[in-house]
């Protein structure tokens, strides 16, 4: 299921924070930062954190795309 993270990355800038800012806010790895980049699928764990370390929630940050935008 293709998934998107553009969301995160606008919070990112809206708060001015940088991906390490966040890793280290959320305690993540550096490899599931490189997945988000790559809108790869993550853990929901390490969604959960970055949503407490931003204060939101999973809508805010991950869209679920249909099956046939992948090509």
């Known amino acids: ?13 809206d708060e001015g924070m940088s991906k390490t800012d966040l890793i280290k806010a ?20 390490v969604l959960v954190k970055i949503c ?3 204060n939101c929630t999973l809508d805010d940050i991950v869209d679920i795309l249909p099956d046939d935008s992948v090509k």
């Not at 998934?3 to 990112?12: A, E, P, T």
């Not at 993540?28 to 699928?41: F, Q, Y």
């Open 52 to 54: 407490r370390a931003l």
């Open 26 to 45: 959320s305690k993540i790895t550096t490899n599931a930062m490189a997945k988000l980049g790559k809108n790869e699928d993550v853990r929901v764990e």
């Open 1 to 13: 299921m293709p998934v998107s993270y553009n969301k995160l990355w606008k919070i990112l800038i």
